[in-house]
């Protein structure tokens, strides 16, 4: 694990001496204070919120910033489900801008700033909480306060389930997988992770066409960053398993999204869920969530074992089991990803989306059980209450 980069503040000898008074040094990359938003007094009246405050997203459109959440009475799938969508100046006092129900599960909610439009993706899933049973993903278009357009389907594929859409070297990209029903029936037709692109944010093809599956079988959430040089550096979460490999894959395109070629992966017994990968100075980062154990492994070696009989005893370990959201470092050389810190959090926690404040700060929210009270294995933390944060991250000047 690579060293944090230490900070002195003050006059010289701030970092040690005989009589040395100076504050303690700073570590760097750091997290500030947290600044509860969901639920908070700067919401609107209006906004019903519940006790699972989750799946979420943030963009800055029209010198405002956006965010929008999944409320629900639990984590869990179930008709009572509101995406709720509500803008501010200050990021103290909210507004609300829209409201989604459709009495049914909302999940993986993405708003889209391209060519000065604003658009919300989003995932419908079933009602089942014992089920995961993608029904298709929806868009709407922003008009003004409380309008939007109506909701679209997209696409014809009724078992993709968009993850990340993002803008990298000024081209619009998802990443989104089919056949996500079967994420926890490993036995049916495999999971296909995809990588797309659009020029209007509305129609999507496969960035290569030659490859429009960039993963079959075991991968679902993807993030990637695209490198100086153009190669394209990606995490998946490979929670379904290829043959007898589980957790995760970190991958590498040396010829960028529209490489032909198969992309070069190595595998990592960890589990990264919920990836969102950004680069500062040149490096690559990585937040997502982290198994709080001595090896954090979610794959655990146990090679006597059929590939589903090691899905589920893999999963039933993992579930009982505390959790941090967490801030990583990957080489984009090496492939391998090494852990900075913690962000504040406990039990149910890690859905995390950043914007940048300046040269060397992001804005950061995330979601979690009460960060200080006591640890909570993530099923505990599924079941109990969850909260959106706001939290600045600095990170090195270059």
């Known amino acids: 694990m690579r060293a944090p980069m230490v900070l002195c503040l003050g006059l010289l000898g701030a970092c040690g001496g005989k009589g040395d008074t100076a504050p303690p040094p700073v570590i760097i990359p750091v997290f500030s204070d947290l600044r509860e938003i969901v639920p908070g007094d700067g919401l609107p009246a209006a906004v019903d919120i519940e006790q699972a405050n989750n ?21 869990f799938a179930g008709p009572e489900t509101t995406l709720w969508v509500v803008s501010s100046e200050d990021e103290v006092t909210w507004e609300l801008e829209g409201e989604i129900f459709v009495g049914s599960d909302l999940r993986e909610p993405q708003l889209v700033v391209w060519d000065n439009k604003l658009f919300l993706y989003f995932a419908v899933l079933g009602t089942s909480p014992t089920a995961f049973e993608p029904q298709g993903a929806r868009w709407i278009q922003y008009v003004q306060p409380l309008a939007w357009t109506e909701l679209q389907p997209y696409p014809d594929e009724p078992t993709l389930v968009p993850w990340k859409i993002k803008v990298e070297r000024g081209t619009l990209y998802m990443s989104a997988y089919a056949n996500g ?36 079988g075991g991968g ?5 960053v695209i490198q100086d040089d153009g190669s394209l550096i990606a995490v998946i979460r490979n929670e379904a398993g290829i043959e007898t490999s589980f957790g995760s894959l970190v991958c590498r ?11 070069e992966c190595v595998a990592d017994k960890r589990k990264f869920d919920s990836p969102t990968m950004f680069m500062h100075g040149g490096k690559v980062y990585l937040m997502a969530r982290r198994n709080v154990t001595a090896d954090g492994f979610f794959d655990l070696g146990y090679g006597d074992m059929s590939p589903e009989d090691m899905y589920w005893e893999y999963q039933s370990v993992y ?3 505390p959790k941090r959201c967490s801030l990583w470092e990957v080489d984009p050389e090496t492939l391998e990803v090494s852990l900075l810190l913690d962000l504040p959090s406990r039990g149910d926690t890690c859905y995390t989306e950043l ?5 060397t700060r992001y804005v ?32 090195p000047a270059f």
Do not use: C
């Open 220 to 224: 679902s959430e993807m993030d990637f």
């Open 319 to 321: 579930w009982t089991q």
């Open 364 to 395: 950061v929210y995330n979601y979690s059980s009460d960060p200080s009270g006591a640890d909570l294995s993530w099923t505990d933390g599924q079941q109990g209450p969850t909260n959106i944060y706001r939290q600045i991250l600095t990170m």
């Open 253 to 263: 395109a040396p010829s960028g999204p529209t490489q032909a070629e198969p992309w």
């Open 55 to 75: 799946n979420l997203d943030v963009a800055l459109f029209n010198g405002k910033v956006f965010l929008v959440f999944r409320s629900a009475p639990s984590h």
């Open 181 to 216: 029903g079967t994420i926890f029936d490993p036995d049916e037709d495999p999971i296909e992770v995809q990588l797309l692109t659009s020029a209007d944010a509305i129609n999507w093809s496969p960035a290569s066409p030659a490859q429009p599956a960039v993963q079959v």
């Open 355 to 359: 914007y940048p404040l300046d040269e």
